[in-house]
């Protein structure tokens, strides 16, 4: 523990010491992943550095694997370190990071149109009290993926509600009589994504994480009935393997590409494994929103994901690397990546484009995400790993009948009124 | 000057010279982050220093006293070094006496039982992770198709299987360990003592209990210490096996530890949880300190 604490305060220190040699001339350095928009970044780099001569930018590539990077981004930012300049950053991330001070404000950079064209829901996540402190990159989600050959087979419309998901995978299971297909299957571990998950299926049921107070309603009646299903198609339904409690979005995405699962709820970036030409579900797949609860058709249930870009408080470049952000997040960038590499646009202008038009696969990301709900990471800001660790926990609690759902909901919303000092 | 220093004086200064570098090396790597982690614990400070260091008192340690987290991270760290402990001790006295003996291709064997140790623990885990997964993993494969069980046993998914499957990797693991330190006792015992015991009309039996035994005694609490100091501060195991679940059926100190301090930032709190835990394995080794102390 205490090496890694040593580990930490080195790396800190290798950035500062990198940290002047970008101070002189207007050299800007950007990290993100290479998965997460490595096809991008050649091509906008180099328009946005013919369109500002005198300025260079830097791609520091750094992991995709979120936990990885953040840990990469608090000891350098937490050692004041001015690199990188831009940095992409987990919806998640945004208000925990800008409460820490460790964001720019990008109000007085950007333009108001510019702002007002980013999806609202997102932008939420990167604003406190009307500053925005990050720009919406791109934009993902969790859908729901279902095997399209076998519902034909049995003659059953797309679902739209979580009873006719259950329905639909009961039908299927017992018309296919084979003991490795599940119904259901999804990103159930001890994971963010299992957070995501909840807030999916409450949100389906017209629950709140906050009420319109602005008290925690986790344990709302309709939040406890939303849980309640969770369990019971574990447990009841048994339309979902025990272990789901052990799966992360990969391990769920792995069974039902094997064929052995009726419906997937992950985020897009299962659509291309999926997808490939060696994949035995290619082209016997589809997906829909998220499904919601009877009597709920307008109900938000697209638990939201993406990243943002944002400029490090202690950049000596603020201006330029502000400049970077809103090309990176301009109509004609975002076009491109949406077209060329898929990434559904943190802009909601794009989606009208005509060029938008063959982009069936986005366009149809897109009209998931009008029905998008956030995580609550920017009102609870710096709490924000806290909450989720609660909520994680005792939603876990509930799936694993260590305590009932009502119990479980109550303790976490009584956990966190504790962590906020309410 | 001095100039008559003694030889005496000169060989211990001698000795001071050769001494001293490696004092403060090991003063700066090992004590300095102790104190800071004390010092860290009794206080609020903000990581990145916009809020100054403030002293506190015993307040995280009294959050933490009141945290039910703590007491099952504290619970979970001694149920695993129970289990672990005497299950790796006894098969690693099977396996020492076993490699004592000998055997043709018994240098193979040596070799096959030091191999689980040789591998790093975060290797070790990820093997097991997948041979426990209930979906494609070998031991429900094996267990479905010969009809053992009905359906997939969800190993690191069960409240109550998790912690078994944990220990069973450990003892896997670190019982060659033991079985080494061991065998090294084992080989220092003279032969005559034995000849004497057949004499004597000894069986094996009473070989083993009368002769064998009692003279294992050191090195046995050396390899007790070292695997129960190991045991009491498990991070590795339930980080790569199971992120301390399911719930927190796993979460050792040490995993709740490093998440207080990367996950919530929280150094303080993160601090008072490790300097507990140095409390609670400096105790172990007291005790078995003395107990060395008074067997020998």
């Known amino acids: ?422 | 000057m001095n100039r008559t220093m003694n030889l005496e004086q000169r060989t211990a200064l001698t000795g001071i010279g050769f001494v001293t570098p490696t004092v403060i090396v090991i003063a700066l790597i090992l004590i300095y982050p102790i104190i800071q982690s004390v010092v860290l614990s009794f206080g609020q400070s903000s990581i990145d220093g916009s809020e100054p260091y403030r002293f506190v008192g015993l307040r995280h340690y009294a959050t933490l006293m009141g945290d039910g987290r703590f007491w099952n991270a504290l619970a979970v760290t001694f149920t695993f070094t129970a289990l672990s402990i005497p299950l790796e001790l006894a098969l690693g006295i099977g396996l020492a006496l076993l490699m004592n003996e000998s055997f043709r291709g018994k240098g193979l064997a040596r070799l096959a039982v030091l191999f689980p140790w040789a591998l790093p623990t975060a290797l070790n885990a990820l093997i097991w992770r997948w041979m426990y997964n209930s979906d494609y993993g070998l031991f429900n494969a094996v267990a479905l198709q010969s009809g053992l069980a009905d359906r997939p046993i969800n190993f690191l998914g069960d409240t109550s299987l998790a912690m078994a499957s944990m220990v069973v990797v450990a003892v896997w693991k670190t019982s060659s360990f033991m079985a080494l330190i061991i065998l090294a006792g084992l080989q220092s015992i003279p032969r005559d003592l034995f000849e004497a015991g057949r004499m004597d009309g000894m069986t094996k039996w009473q070989e083993f209990t009368q002769i064998t035994l009692p003279l294992l005694k050191g090195p046995i609490l050396v390899a007790l210490i070292i695997r129960s100091m190991d045991a009491l501060r498990t991070f590795e195991l339930p980080f790569n096996l199971t992120d301390g679940g399911p719930v927190n059926a796993t979460e050792s100190l040490s995993l709740y530890a490093y998440k207080a301090i990367f996950d919530f930032l929280d150094f303080n709190f993160g601090a008072a949880v490790v300097v507990v835990q140095f409390l609670v394995i400096f105790a172990m080794s007291l005790i078995y300190v003395f107990a060395l102390r008074n067997k020998d």
Do not use: C
């Open chain 1, 1 to 422: 523990m205490k090496f890694a604490m040593k580990g930490a305060v080195a790396v800190a220190t290798a950035l500062t010491l990198i940290a002047p040699l970008a101070a002189g001339a207007q050299e800007l350095v950007m990290s993100i992943g290479s998965r997460g928009y490595g096809g991008m970044m050649e091509r906008n780099i180099e328009a946005f550095e013919a369109a500002n001569p005198g300025t260079s930018v830097e791609w520091l590539k750094v992991s995709d694997v979120p936990g990885d990077s953040r840990k990469l981004y608090v000891t350098g930012l937490t050692a004041k370190s001015p690199t990188p300049d831009v940095f992409a950053i987990d919806v998640i991330w945004a208000g925990e990071f800008a409460q820490r001070g460790w964001l720019e404000p990008l109000n007085n950079y950007l333009g108001k149109d510019a702002i007002a064209a980013y999806n609202p829901s997102f932008l939420s996540a990167a604003t406190i009290d009307g500053t925005v402190f990050a720009a919406p990159l791109y934009v993902d989600g969790t859908h729901l993926f279902y095997r399209s050959d076998l519902l034909e087979k049995y003659g059953i419309a797309v679902p739209k509600t979580w009873e006719e998901v259950i329905a639909a995978s009961k039908t299927v299971m017992e018309g296919e009589g084979n003991p490795q297909l599940y119904g259901f299957v999804s990103m159930w571990a001890k994971i963010e994504g299992l957070f995501m998950n909840w807030l999916s299926f409450t949100g389906g049921n017209g629950a709140t994480f906050f009420d319109a107070d602005g008290e925690v309603a986790v344990n709302s009646p309709e939040s406890i009935a939303a849980t309640q299903t969770m369990v019971d198609m574990i447990y009841k339904d048994r339309i979902v393997p025990d272990s789901i409690l052990t799966m992360k979005p990969d391990d769920a995405r792995t069974l039902f590409q094997q064929g052995r699962a009726v419906f997937l709820m992950v985020q897009d970036f299962v659509y291309a494994p999926l997808s490939a030409a060696d994949s035995p579900v290619a082209g016997k797949f589809d997906f829909t929103r998220n499904p919601y609860f009877e009597g709920h058709p307008d109900a938000k249930s697209t638990a939201m994901g993406g990243w943002l870009l944002a400029v490090n408080a202690n950049s000596e470049n603020k201006e330029a690397a502000a400049k970077l952000v809103e090309y990176f997040t301009s109509y004609d960038a975002q076009l491109a990546a949406a077209l060329d590499e898929n990434r559904a646009p943190g802009r909601t202008d794009v989606y009208d484009a005509p060029e938008m038009a063959d982009a069936t696969l986005l366009k149809k990301l897109g009209d998931d995400y009008a029905v998008g709900v956030v995580r609550p990471s920017a009102s609870t800001g710096n709490l924000y790993p806290r909450v989720s660790e609660v909520m994680q926990t005792e939603i876990t609690n509930a799936l694993h009948r260590e305590k009932t759902v009502e119990q479980a909901l109550n303790d976490a919303a009584a956990e966190i009124n504790s962590i906020l000092g309410k």
